[in-house]
């Protein structure tokens, strides 16, 4: 277990490094690199080469990423000439509130995805099965932004039931109006319910086929007991992996929703920025979402290690990832 | 990415390959598929849109570069079936034009995902080890990052035309595969054929391209499908951003968010179109990626 969660950390740090160096390599992507991104584009080539002395950019890159690096790490990620502000105060302000609507929205999304894909296996092959397969079907198939803006038609626009636009203001200004938040979580829960309840569906599938729900039946166990206690419980410990890694996912449609509702998170702010061309802020959100999906990936294998025991933890070809 | 990449990203690492291909055998997963009635439906589905873009335009005359303000936003009737936009183009005739674009970029930027994740996926797979460890921990680090915030990025730095569509995509995508591909080579190296040439001198490419890959064909094929189906709702999401083609190209994920704004008006005609023909390709290319599933005997949860 110790030699598990060791290596799997070390596995984290590398690939931390890695989205540093991905995101310092994005700046040096731009046409006249990071000066070109922190004076904007109106900057003359003058300006730009008296930027880069003053700054050691005219240094080797492998100096300059050390020193980029090291302000990252106190956390300094350059500041936004176009808001006038530190990233790092931009990214304190706005990350609270698209976790909260990332959070409640996947939370939701879990709890009715797994009795819903449980349902699903156990009535497989009949008339509600389909039904509720097709809808899901449908709804992963279709845009977020196009799902957020045919809840507003309805639910707003006709029904005036709740409001199409998001709280704005500070994260506790955003609980004053729990009405108006209610479509933009309802938009992620929905495109998510989608695809997990597929997944959970077949994991399900999976498990019943499997000797001990034979031997559970044949002993006479209840059904009920059989899917709660037995099925259930093995057919979910994946998901808490496929939450680690479905992140990058959820905060591309976080992304898109909070655009569509003006919702005040990193997604919006990194949208912003990218119109404004405001690039210290948009590789801030790359950076800071980059490191919270690493962290939350190992996170979910740790949960998975400690909730499922038969996980093998060293050695096998299967977990050398 | 959608969810569908991200559980099969799971299986790279979870089930070191499956080689359903061998399973099947031979020609058998052609007459599984067939059988399938609603891959077949997909892929007919598939056809009869890819026909209707690149043929339609041959039978259905329309001007799909003026702009005509005095006829926009007019409602269907005679002569223009779906009415007209915006700016005055025949509905009808752009539903044709925008498929095409999507359709190119969707293909366009699955195939680039998919070639280089094979490569990928499959050098680091057979090679093992150390080589692999660092060529799956770049995988782990792309993939950490959203691929709509990098594509947010790559679309300020380069202004999208349908290559730059293609490539972008395409180079946002190819993880997956390779962790799909990398799993699979990673259980087929020690296989007796592959020891085998390894043993006879056989050079490490060719082994990689006559063993390896052609063994993996089956997860090849099934992620191709699915890649398609993700990069058309890709597209359309950036468009939706403002970061899609530049008029008077378009597609039909532009088409959707430009009628989006007339959404209030009434207009239904500017949104239904474009947005059901999205859904339907869409859910076209997952029905076939899950029947090819099926007929490769893949794990559901894996492929």
């Known amino acids: ?40 584009v109106h900057a003359t080539p003058t300006n730009i080469a008296a930027f880069n002395r003053e700054n050691g950019l005219d240094s080797p890159l492998p100096a300059q990423y050390w020193h980029w690096l090291s302000g990252v790490l106190t956390g300094n990620f350059g500041f936004s000439y176009v808001l006038n502000q530190p990233v790092s105060s931009l990214l304190a302000q706005r990350l609270p509130k698209t976790a909260f609507l990332a959070g409640v929205s996947v939370l939701l999304a879990v ?30 198939s279709t845009p977020a932004f196009w799902v957020a803006l045919l809840l507003i038609d309805v639910l707003a626009v006709r029904l005036h039931v709740f409001p199409a636009e998001a709280p704005q203001g500070s994260f506790s200004a955003i609980f004053s109006d729990p009405g108006a938040l209610v479509l933009p979580v309802a938009t992620i829960t929905l495109v998510s ?25 044949s002993k006479g166990a209840r059904r009920r007991v059989i899917l709660t206690r037995h099925v259930l419980r093995n057919a979910l410990s994946p998901v ?44 801030g959100v790359v950076l800071v979402v980059g490191i919270g999906t690493v962290v939350g990936s190992l996170l979910a294998d740790i949960g998975y290690a400690l909730l499922d025991p038969r996980v093998h933890y060293a050695g096998d070809a299967g977990s050398a990832r | 990415m959608s969810l569908e990449n991200v559980t099969a990203a799971l299986s790279g690492e979870e089930h070191a390959g499956q080689a359903g291909a061998e399973a099947a055998g031979g020609r058998l997963w ?24 690149f043929i339609g335009p041959l039978l259905y005359h329309t001007d799909q570069i003026h702009t005509r303000l005095s006829l926009e936003t007019l409602a269907p009737g005679a002569g223009r079936p779906l009415g007209t936009d915006n700016v005055g183009y025949d509905q009808l005739g752009r539903l044709m034009v925008g498929g095409q674009t999507t359709l190119e970029v969707a293909f366009g930027a699955a195939a680039v995902a998919v070639v280089l994740g094979v490569l990928w996926g499959s050098a680091a797979g057979y090679l093992g080890g150390l080589v692999d460890g660092l060529m799956m921990r770049i995988v782990d680090a792309l993939l950490a990052i959203p691929a709509l915030l990098l594509l947010l ?53 060719t082994i990689i391209f006559r063993h390896i890959v052609t063994n993996s064909i089956g997860t090849i094929l099934v992620n191709a499908t699915f890649q398609v189906a993700d990069a058309i709702l890709v597209v359309a999401a950036l468009s939706f951003l403002g970061l899609g083609i530049a008029p008077p190209a378009t597609n039909w994920g532009a088409m959707l968010s430009d009628g ?21 390709t869409v859910v076209a290319f997952n029905l076939i990626g899950d029947g090819l599933r099926d007929a490769f005997g893949l794990d559901a949860r894996r492929a």
């Not at chain 1, 969660?5 to 931390?16: D, G, K, M, T, Y």
């Not at chain 1, 540093?20 to 904007?40: D, E, K, Q, Y």
């Not at chain 1, 009795?115 to 899901?136: K, N, W």
């Open chain 2, 30 to 53: 052609l007459r599984a598929f067939a059988g399938n009635r609603l891959a077949v439906a997909g892929l007919a589905v598939v056809i009869l849109l890819t026909l209707f873009s």
């Open chain 1, 111 to 140: 709890l009715i995805a797994v009795p819903l894909g449980l349902y699903q296996a156990v009535r497989r092959g009949r008339a509600d099965d389909y039904a509720v397969t097709t809808v899901t079907f449908v709804l992963y």
């Open chain 2, 260 to 280: 989006l704004n007339y959404t209030y008006s009434g207009y239904w005609w500017l949104t239904y179109p474009p947005g059901i023909a999205i859904v339907l």
């Open chain 1, 1 to 40: 277990m110790i030699r598990f969660l060791s290596r799997r950390c070390s596995q984290a740090v590398i690939v931390l490094l890695l989205v540093s160096i991905i995101v310092f390599g994005l700046t040096r992507l731009l046409p006249g690199g990071p000066a070109r991104a922190i004076l904007g």
């Open chain 2, 153 to 205: 990025f790559l679309a300020t730095v380069f202004r999208p035309t349908v290559l730059i569509l293609i490539i972008v995509v395409g180079l946002t995508a190819w993880l997956v595969p390779a962790r799909l591909v990398r799993g699979e080579a990673l259980s087929l190296r020690n296989r007796e054929y592959v020891l085998a040439a390894r043993t006879m001198g056989v050079r490490t490419p």
């Open chain 1, 193 to 217: 319910i989608a695809a997990f309840s597929r997944y959970i569906r077949s994991s399900v599938l999976d498990e019943l086929a499997q000797d001990y729900v034979r031997m559970a039946r």
């Open chain 1, 240 to 283: 808490v992996t496929l939450l680690g890694l479905s992140l990058p996912f959820i905060l591309s449609g976080t992304l898109i929703t909070e655009q569509v509702f003006n919702y005040p998170g990193v997604g919006l702010l990194a949208f912003n920025a990218a119109v404004a061309q405001d690039y210290p802020v948009l590789l």
